[in-house]
């Protein structure tokens, strides 16, 4: 199993310009998660995802869109990029039941908006 | 609502030395905890979980954490680092209720002295 995967590893956007984020997960997982992570701030929710065709906003929803068209895909978009959404974005998928089921990260997705 | 406090933002070691990161926690019932790290352009991964049972819970690469709930603390240990060990830390508490949406405390960076 590949586990949770990324694409792309590193981009470097204009002010501006647009451009998704894809997340796949092999595990058969209904749960899905977008965060950013920037220096001193931890991890911050985006958007989520509780199952096919279904998402919510998180902490920080403003700038994003996000659809899981299928159960293995979360995508995260950016319409119009600005420079303070640069950061490193992960992506995180957890099987559903148990509150004590732990979330698996993929390696992130480095973006540079200049 | 559910809140995690890592108190140190950094911590400095010395190679084979004992190793103790806080995590205190807020959270209106039996708490799930989770420790993640997080290696150097790496995603999340989980070092261990407690969601019930014995308080001291042992994880992956000889790291162990107690829950002591008189405390609110979920304190994680490992008796000798080593320098591979250097990394960032997160604790992280369970969802309450259906939202499976855990809550993460800032991070706490580990720096390895040779």
């Known amino acids: 199993n590949a586990g949770v995967t990324q694409t792309p590893k590193f981009r470097v956007l204009k002010t501006g310009q647009s451009m998704t984020l894809l997340c796949a997960q092999d595990?058969?997982?209904?749960?899905m998660y977008w965060y950013r992570q920037d220096p001193g701030m931890g991890l911050r929710l985006i958007h989520y995802?509780?199952?096919?065709?279904?998402?919510a906003k998180g902490e920080v929803p403003d700038g994003y869109n996000v659809s899981r068209l299928k159960k293995q895909n979360f995508l995260l978009g950016l319409e119009s990029a600005a420079p303070s959404q640069t950061s490193v974005y992960f992506c995180?998928?957890?099987?559903?039941?148990?509150?004590?089921?732990?979330?698996?990260f993929g390696p992130g997705t480095r973006l540079t908006v200049l | 609502a559910q809140s995690v406090t890592q108190p140190d933002i950094h911590i400095t070691v010395s190679e084979g030395a004992s190793l103790e990161l806080r995590c205190n926690y807020s959270?209106?019932?039996?708490?799930?905890l989770f420790w993640y790290v997080q290696s150097p352009g790496q995603g999340l991964q989980l070092l261990l979980k407690?969601?019930?049972?014995?308080?001291l819970v042992q994880g992956i690469k000889g790291f162990e954490a107690e829950f002591k709930r008189s405390q609110s603390s979920f304190n994680l240990r490992k008796p000798s680092v080593h320098w591979s060990d250097a990394a960032e830390y997160f604790c992280?508490?369970?969802?309450?209720?259906?939202?499976?949406?855990?809550?993460f405390g800032r991070g706490t960076s580990l720096i390895v002295h040779p």
């Open positions: 959270y209106g019932a039996t708490p799930y």
């Open positions: 995180a998928s957890r099987p559903p039941g148990q509150l004590y089921n732990e979330q698996f």
């Open positions: 407690y969601f019930s049972g014995d308080t």
């Open positions: 595990m058969n997982h209904e749960y």
């Open positions: 992280a508490v369970g969802a309450e209720g259906g939202s499976y949406i855990p809550t």
């Open positions: 995802s509780v199952g096919e065709g279904t998402t």
